[in-house]
């Protein structure tokens, strides 16, 4: 009679059960990041989701081609147990931002540090190979980004009750019917209609022209101001296109790899726009802070709160209009930057402006495919949404001045002041056709803008 030998290792169902779990624990992390980065009051916890929440999606994203690698050739396919949702969830609705930072990285990272050095003891050392490989990357990532999350705990905040609730659905995880990995994720547990600020920040009115350099290019104020306006964008796109991924689950999975990507990259852009600052005395909150490209842009009357349409007009907004104005005025400045010797300047914007072509890029796509690629139907809505979001700003304006007349009329000395600073002209605005044509722009879009007045083809453009 022959002998009998047990493996020392896992079959594939059951790595691939594992690597499952672990990616949906990863998808839910970036989930979890990106309702809450617009709700972290410190600017420190948001670049560090914005950084984190996307390489947790690509985690995801790769673990999830291994786990249907290792299904191949059988008929059933490996799920998540509710139960496991339910611990994801539970921290999704904790009650501030330090207990939600506290369940993140005093509970949730070290549990999934613990789940991949499972899996690495249990697995096929050469038939899972390929997993092993990218799991010895992804700790040397998660013992980093825990060692930045603990440094973000708030010192005063009691979060042991929070943390024991969690730990006891934890132990239930394995617990509850299956589900399948895209439908795993819950809905949003809220709206987030106004970015959170640290206390005592100063903001710019609604309705104000915001901070206003007189000369943005050669003084060494105008330069600091301009920085400043910079950095606000950088922060509140990172929270709008987090928002976006957030509070639409059901989008498809590269929908939310794109978004994650670009909350990421709007990161990185802040913290080489802080250095820029640093370097020359300025930080962030020495003008007045604004917030309207998050506030101003996420919610329109005309739509239903967390609609498709809402989401498309976010973008069609942000990423169509907006990004696409970025990519020529960018190529200007650094033109002009370099023309003016600030070569540090330049070179991050430069940067950035390369990343802008893939924003404006990710949401034509986007916005074309909510519209079932009808590029009539595209023009249309992005006319009528920039006409809705000019005439709203419109009125905050007219507002504004019958409110604050004196503060009103300071504001257009200083407009004045700038346009004789630059002989008597108008900012110059010329399009960037090449960077325009990269991101997937069409001939009929380019010539919406140029019609609107926020382009010029005839300006020698990139």
Request: with cysteine.
């Amino acid at each position: 009679m022959a002998a009998r030998h047990k493996s020392a290792y896992w079959p594939p169902a059951q790595a691939a059960g594992s690597l499952v779990q672990l990616a949906f624990v990863e998808r839910a992390l970036a989930h979890i990041m990106a309702g809450w980065a617009v709700k972290l009051p410190a600017f420190e916890a948001k670049l560090a989701f914005g950084l984190q929440m996307h390489r947790a999606m690509e985690r995801a994203t790769l673990l999830r081609s291994r786990v249907n690698g290792l299904c191949h050739a059988i008929a059933s396919e490996a799920a998540v147990p509710s139960g496991l949702r339910a611990v994801l969830s539970h921290i999704d609705r904790a009650q501030t931002p330090g207990q939600l930072l506290a369940c993140v990285y005093k509970f949730l990272h070290p549990r999934l540090i613990e789940l991949y050095e499972t899996h690495l003891r249990g697995t096929d050392p050469d038939g899972d190979r390929a997993s092993i490989e990218l799991i010895r990357t992804f700790l040397l990532q998660l013992r980093e980004e825990g060692r930045e999350g603990i440094s973000l705990l708030p010192r005063r905040e009691d979060h042991k009750q929070g943390l024991r609730e969690v730990e006891e659905l934890w132990s239930a995880r394995a617990t509850g019917e299956p589900l399948a990995l895209a439908n795993a994720l819950w809905n949003p547990v809220d709206r987030a209609p106004a970015a959170m600020r640290p206390e005592g920040v100063r903001y710019a009115q609604s309705g104000s022209l915001g901070v206003l350099p007189v000369d943005p290019l050669h003084d060494p104020q105008g330069i600091g101001m301009f920085l400043h306006k910079e950095l606000d964008e950088e922060y509140t796109t990172l929270e709008l296109m987090a928002r976006n991924s957030y509070e639409h689950p059901d989008m498809p999975w590269a929908f939310h790899r794109d978004m994650l990507r670009q909350a990421s990259d709007e990161a990185r852009h802040a913290i080489m726009i802080i250095r820029l600052m640093r370097a020359r005395g300025f930080r962030h909150g020495d003008f007045p802070v604004s917030k309207s490209s998050y506030d101003g842009i996420y919610a329109f009357e005309p739509c239903a709160p967390g609609s498709r349409q809402e989401l498309l007009w976010r973008m069609l907004i942000r990423q169509s209009f907006m990004e696409g104005l970025a990519i020529d005025n960018l190529a200007y400045e650094v033109g002009a930057r370099r023309a003016a010797g600030q070569t540090d300047i330049a070179d991050v914007l430069d940067y950035i402006l390369r990343d802008e072509v893939f924003h404006a890029q990710s949401g034509q796509r986007w916005s074309q495919e909510l519209l079932g690629r009808d590029a009539k139907a595209m023009l249309k809505e992005r006319e009528e949404a920039i006409r809705y979001f000019t005439a709203r700003a419109e009125a905050a304006r007219e507002n504004f001045v019958m409110e604050n007349l004196d503060a009103a009329m300071s504001e257009l000395a200083t407009v004045q002041a700038g346009k004789e600073h630059r002989g008597g002209k108008l900012p110059d605005r010329p399009l960037n056709r090449t960077g325009r044509a990269q991101a997937g722009y069409t001939d009929d879009d380019i010539l919406q803008v140029v019609s609107w007045g926020y382009a010029t083809e005839d300006s020698g453009g990139a």
